[in-house]
DNA sequence: AAGCCAACCTGGACGC
DNA sequence: TGCGTCCAGGTTGGCT
């Protein structure tokens, strides 16, 4: 039984896009409030005020993990790292001591960056510029906005290191984190540590359909919940039904597809979850 | 030079 | 009850 909360991957990014959207979008910043504490880059207020008071959201864009407020003179690029969360609150009310920005848009309603472990990150670039900021510029395609069959069978084609590997690599596909990248490949029935250019196009093919069914499904719910809900979206809603994981967090529990029992091993620092009748 | 791995960080689970 | 220890993972950067 896994019960340390879920971190956010594409789903649940996009989740939390989809239900912040309604309540900011069309509003103006009216208070910022940005403490200089140290995440992935260091949050400087300056800029925040100079740049993104005053400014009004025109719209919030995702690409991978990350979040874009475009707001009309500056685009505030937010990635939520393992334990970040944007919470809507009425201002006043008492704030997570891990809050590290705050923006208020009037009428009520303030959007706040809360982020204990600090893996997450907040930055300002100029408007139209997303493809030009390395972060960004660096993604492989992200599996909601387009086929990544392609840049997967190449990827995959030119290395030697395990196929889970690619799958995390923001690079190769932008998106998965160590769940969805686990519950993907056990759905193609692949292994999670076989070699990437051994694999047959035929069955990268078929992964990169995986991935957008698993994530697709994973959406659906509204974003993993694990056994103890870790994962609320923007408003708070905690009351997701939990996606029905196949391997991720099962060890020793039997495979729903063949009754076999799912192993775990550690590789690259991260557990792997598979069936090993299933997966190959 | 690709691929591996430690480091970053803290809440929560677990054991005694 | 409380304290200590361990573990989780996204991303980067250093090492081989």
């Known amino acids: 039984m896994v019960s340390s909360p879920a971190v956010p991957e594409l789903p649940e990014v996009?989740?939390?896009r989809r239900s912040l959207a309604p309540h900011v979008v069309g509003r103006r910043v009216e208070r910022v409030e940005a403490r200089r504490i140290k995440l992935r880059r260091g949050i400087d207020p300056r800029p925040w005020r100079a740049r993104v008071l005053g400014a009004t959201l025109e719209r919030?864009?995702?690409?991978?993990?990350?979040?874009?407020?475009e707001f009309d003179r500056a685009t505030v690029v937010i990635h939520l790292g393992m334990s970040g969360r944007l919470q809507l609150a009425r201002p006043g009310r008492e704030h997570d001591p891990h809050t590290h920005l705050v923006l208020g848009f009037g009428?009520?309603?303030?959007?706040?960056f809360v982020d204990p472990r600090r893996f997450g990150a907040a930055f300002i670039v100029a408007p139209g510029t997303t493809d030009r900021v390395p972060e960004l510029a660096a993604l492989g395609?992200?599996?909601?906005?387009?086929?990544?069959?392609?840049?997967l069978r190449d990827a995959a084609a030119r290395s030697r290191a395990p196929i889970r590997s690619l799958l995390l690599d923001q690079h190769v596909?932008?998106?998965l984190g160590n769940i969805y990248a686990n519950e993907a490949l056990a759905r193609a029935g692949?292994?999670?540590l076989r070699r990437a250019e051994t694999i047959a196009p035929r069955r990268v093919a078929r992964?990169?359909?995986?991935i957008r069914a698993v994530l697709e499904n994973a959406l659906i719910a509204g974003g993993t919940t694990l056994a103890d809900g870790g994962f609320a979206d923007a408003e708070g809603a905690s009351g997701y039904f939990a996606v029905q994981l196949a391997v991720y967090g099962r060890e020793g529990e039997p495979c729903p597809r063949?009754?076999?029992v799912i192993r775990r091993v550690v590789a690259g620092n991260r557990s792997a979850f598979f069936c090993p009748r299933c997966q190959r």
Do not use: F, N, W
């Open 190 to 192: 692949i292994h999670p």
């Open 258 to 260: 063949c009754g076999s």
């Open 107 to 112: 009428r009520g309603v303030e959007l706040r």
């Open 207 to 210: 992964l990169a359909a995986e």
């Open 141 to 151: 395609p992200d599996p909601m906005q387009e086929d990544v069959a392609p840049a």
């Open 173 to 175: 596909v932008a998106g």
């Open 14 to 16: 996009e989740t939390v």
């Open 60 to 69: 919030i864009g995702r690409r991978g993990k990350y979040l874009l407020l």
